[in-house]
């Protein structure tokens, strides 16, 4: 019984040095095996004596203890990331946003509101009556001008515009029935530039008689004489009998 153990002692020491490369021959089966395997990977006879150790050397340990230990590592590796993972999910973290420490100054929010577009409103037409035009004063009579008389009392030449060179001043008044009166008034006024009138004939200095049943009053003065008295201009002659305006005109004097 004491010389089974050295034998089997001189077997593994003689595997030991049959030993090439990474390789070692099982002394049961002498089928090659990794220089670090414990066992032979065909018949599964130990390699090793017991009590020794020897390091793999192949790049994948493959055998049962160093398989034991790195499926216990990766385990304990999987337990940490899922405690980890349940952990976070139970209580989320709040993300942190980061602030100024100083305090944020008030910006005034505008807002816009639409404005309503009213519905298009059928355009009232407004009709504006016409302004009703001011009569203009009928007078009784009608004042004529010109540069002479005819045979029958009648302004030849008729004009309103006189120069120096002009033959005569001659006016007539002529009504549609008998004139009424036995005095007749003559005013003449100059008009200038911004309408205001200065009189240059008064009514009393240009009263006449005349036949109260008369229909046509005319006269005529030499154009010399007016020129002296009023000098070139525009000026309006006003007929009156009594105080009652009946005829009057504007006529010219020029220069």
Avoid: K
């Amino acid at each position: 019984m004491a010389a089974a153990p050295s034998v089997q002692l001189t077997h593994v020491s003689t595997t030991r040095e049959a030993m090439t490369g990474d390789t070692v021959d099982c002394f049961n089966c002498g089928r090659p095996n990794p220089g670090w395997a414990q066992v032979c990977r065909s018949c599964g006879v130990p390699l090793v004596a017991a009590g020794g150790s020897t390091a793999p050397s192949g790049p994948f340990p493959t055998d049962q203890a160093s398989l034991l230990s790195m499926g216990a590592a990766i385990g304990a590796v999987l337990v940490v990331i899922l405690a980890g993972f349940l952990l976070s999910s139970a209580s989320p973290t709040t993300p942190t946003v980061g602030f100024s420490s100083a305090s944020p100054t008030p910006h005034e929010s505008i807002s816009i509101r639409p404005s309503r577009s009213a519905a298009p409103s059928t355009p009232v037409v407004v009709e504006t009556p016409a302004p009703t035009p001011v009569p203009s004063v009928v007078l009784p009579g009608t004042l004529t001008f010109g540069t002479g008389l005819d045979a029958n009392r009648a302004v030849t030449g008729v004009t309103n515009e006189f120069t120096s060179g002009s033959p005569a001043f001659a006016h007539s008044i002529a009504f549609a029935e008998a004139y009424g009166a036995d005095t007749v008034s003559e005013e003449v006024s100059r008009i200038a530039g911004d309408g205001t009138e200065t009189v240059v004939q008064t009514r009393e200095e240009g009263t006449f008689q005349v036949e109260a049943g008369a229909t046509t009053l005319s006269y005529s003065a030499p154009i010399a004489g007016l020129y002296s008295a009023w000098g070139p201009g525009t000026y309006i002659m006003r007929i009156y009998r009594g105080t009652e305006l009946v005829a009057q005109r504007s006529f010219v004097l020029q220069g």
